[in-house]
T-cell receptor, first 115, second 114 residues
Framework: DAGVTQSPTHLIKTRGQQVTLRCSPKSGHDTVSWYQQALGQGPQFIFQYYEEEERQRGNFPDRFSGHQFPNYSSELNVNALLLGDSALYLC??????????????FGPGTRLLVL | KNQVEQSPQSLIILEGKNCTLQCNYTVSPFSNLRWYKQDTGRGPVSLTIMTFSENTKSNGRYTATLDADTKQSSLHITASQLSDSASYICVVSARSSGTYKYIFGTGTRLKVLA
């Protein structure tokens, strides 16, 4: 069982560019959540995907968008990058169908640096 | 407003000593409380999960307590090791519309010195 995987591990972009981050959930999980964690801060919830739809969203602008595929994997897209978007982006997976599971597993994260 | 506050913000202890981290929350409706350990630049790893009816749970040298009446939790680390140096994050979840909403604390940064 590979657990939650994320790619790439590190990424450097410049202001105004667009970025796509990828996440594969733990085997058996169908729900993916994305978080942004600035240095020295706790994770901030961006949004959650289940059944290929955005089910919950945190306080993030529309520049942050996502997608979930039929195999439950997910992408996080950020447009018009700002310096303040530099952070560790975490993906977490859990199981919702059949009753929401207490288990939530995090991936290793993608470190994004915007110059 | 749903909030999770942790204290202290940072802590330095000597190897072999014990320590206790605190978490106070105002989350409704409360579903469960988790403690995570996060090494620098890595994803959080779950230590304990407690539901409303549980008031203590252990995972090796880590023991978490929960007082649902006062809405407080603590994480006690016994006989600390250098590898315990990390951030410890308290996360409280509320169940809403069939899914969980997670509210994160800002974490306590623990440094264990030899």
């Amino acid at each position: 069982d590979a657990g939650v995987t994320q790619s790439p591990t590190h990424l450097i972009k410049t202001r105004g560019q667009q970025v796509t981050l990828r996440c594969s959930p733990k085997s058996g999980h169908d729900t993916v959540s994305w978080y942004q964690q600035a240095l020295g801060q706790g994770p901030q919830f961006i949004f959650q995907y289940y059944e290929e739809e955005e089910r919950q969203r945190g306080n993030f602008p529309d520049r942050f968008s996502g997608h979930q595929f039929p195999n439950y994997s997910s992408e996080l897209n950020v447009n018009a990058l700002l310096l303040g978007d530099s952070a560790l982006y975490l993906c977490a997976s859990t199981k919702t169908s059949g009753g929401p599971s207490l288990d939530q597993y995090f991936g290793p994260g993608t470190r994004l640096l915007v110059l | 407003k749903n909030q999770v506050e942790q204290s202290p913000q940072s802590l330095i202890i000597l190897e072999g000593k014990n320590c206790t981290l605190q978490c106070n929350y105002t989350v409704s409706p409360f579903s469960n409380l988790r403690w995570y350990k996060q090494d620098t630049g890595r994803g959080p790893v779950s230590l304990t999960i407690m539901t409303f009816s549980e008031n203590t749970k252990s995972n090796g040298r880590y023991t978490a307590t929960l007082d649902a009446d006062t809405k407080q939790s603590s994480l006690h680390i016994t006989a600390s090791q250098l590898s315990d140096s990390a951030s410890y994050i308290c996360v409280v979840s509320a169940r809403s519309s069939g899914t969980y909403k997670y509210i994160f604390g800002t974490g306590t940064r623990l440094k264990v010195l030899a």
